[in-house]
């Protein structure tokens, strides 16, 4: 168990990936510290993963909303004061905008992902760095996206604010060196969960086709021939919660079947 005895705080609980993430953290050993504007999502995690035969005890839930500072000190001492330290932090939450062009794109429907994707996220780690410090080190991960690297369309406000993100982790990862604190960026690209299965259904209907018509124009992208898994992807992050990674730092896994491969 690659986790085993940490703590990994992990955001954006919900239906996807932040769910994944907690679920495998919990299967390599560690306790989580949850977090998500939705409480009911929690408490719906927690039960899930009970019913799996994992201890409540290894489980605190609080709910948060990453835009505000004084959530995210709370949350990171909430975090210290139940477990004692925080040794990973998995930065999941998102909020993907809106969907259009952007020679047309409402700029002001940018402010939304920006503060969640870029300022939530860095303020939640602030918040946490001092924890992290003060224990001796630990891991920031920074769920990124594909699109960063290879545009997509109609994602451009999505993509601007984690692009924003990529920078200021690798200037994180610059400055904590020191203090053994790493950070990294996992990139995701089409993933199969609850998300992709909605959009992909309402663009099947939308052009009056099935869904299997909308999976395979974009598995023929991909070199392993299949959309990864939700559960895939969350393994990947894990690599860079985990001490597998302990030299590295300042990094980029493109975790997406082959869809992008940088070169």
């Not at 999502?41 to 994992?54: M, Q, Y």
């Not at 995210?72 to 004692?84: E, M, N, P, Q």
């Not at 939640?124 to 545009?151: D, E, F, W, Y």
């Amino acid at each position: 168990m690659i986790l085993k005895g940490k703590v990994v705080m992990i955001t954006g609980i919900g239906p996807g990936l932040g769910s994944k993430l907690a679920l495998a953290a919990l299967e390599q050993g560690a306790s989580v510290v949850l977090a998500s504007r939705n409480t009911d999502r929690l408490i719906h995690f927690e039960e899930s993963a009970v019913d799996k035969g994992f201890s409540s005890q290894s489980i605190l839930k609080h709910p948060a909303d990453i835009t505000d500072r004084g959530v995210c000190d709370a949350l990171a001492d909430h975090a210290v004061s139940h477990f004692g330290r925080i040794d990973a932090l998995i930065n999941s939450a998102y909020d993907p905008g809106s969907f259009s062009s952007v020679d047309r794109a409402d700029l002001d429907s940018w402010q939304r992902p920006m503060q969640v994707n870029l300022f939530g996220t860095l303020q939640l780690t602030q918040a946490v760095v001092p924890h992290m410090r003060a224990h001796g080190g630990g891991s920031i991960v920074m769920v990124n996206t594909m699109a960063v690297h290879k545009p997509m369309l109609f994602n451009g406000g999505y993509a601007a604010s984690k692009a924003a993100l990529a920078s200021a982790s690798a200037h994180l990862a610059l400055e904590l060196g020191a203090d053994n604190i790493r950070v990294n960026s996992v990139y995701l690209g089409w993933m199969w969960g609850t998300s992709v299965e909605e959009y992909m259904r309402g663009e099947a209907q939308q052009r009056g086709v099935d869904l299997e018509t909308v999976k395979a124009e974009v598995i023929r992208q991909i070199p392993l021939g299949r959309i990864p898994t939700d559960d895939e992807c969350a393994k990947a992050a894990l690599f860079f919660a985990s001490d597998l990674s302990s030299v590295v730092t300042g990094a980029s896994l493109d975790v997406n079947g082959g869809d992008f491969m940088p070169h």
